[in-house]
């Protein structure tokens, strides 16, 4: 079993930046990948970036430029790094890790950009 933990949320004005964290529990073989996602209210869950094992990197359309993801090798850790925030990103912020194909979500993190 793998646990997920996300941290790093907060209120931020927009404009400004921050970076939110995930670390899981276990074994770091047979991991895939490590992505995040976000939750708005009243929308659904959106894949925000993602990035596999060998360093490939997905990233939304929508935060392309202002937002980075990176990983740390050595253990199951991935970072969001967010800039020039704007209210639109205001959401739950989750993480997911994908080991031998297995999804294991964290309980998310809340970001709230203030206008």
């Known amino acids: 079993q793998v646990q997920v933990v996300e941290s790093g949320g907060g209120l931020v004005q927009a404009g400004g930046s921050r970076r939110l964290s995930c670390e899981a529990s276990g074994s770091f073989v047979g991991l895939n990948s490590i992505g995040w996602y976000r939750q708005a209210p009243g929308r659904e869950r959106e894949l925000v970036a993602t990035?596999?094992?060998?360093?490939?990197?997905n990233i939304a359309d929508s935060v392309r430029g202002r937002f980075t993801i990176s990983r740390d090798s050595a253990k199951i850790a991935a970072y969001l790094q967010m800039t020039n925030l704007v209210p639109e990103d205001t959401a739950i912020y989750y993480c997911k890790v994908t080991r031998y194909l297995e999804d294991y979500w964290g309980q998310g993190t809340q970001v709230t950009v203030s206008g």
């Open positions: 990035i596999t094992t060998r360093g490939e990197i």
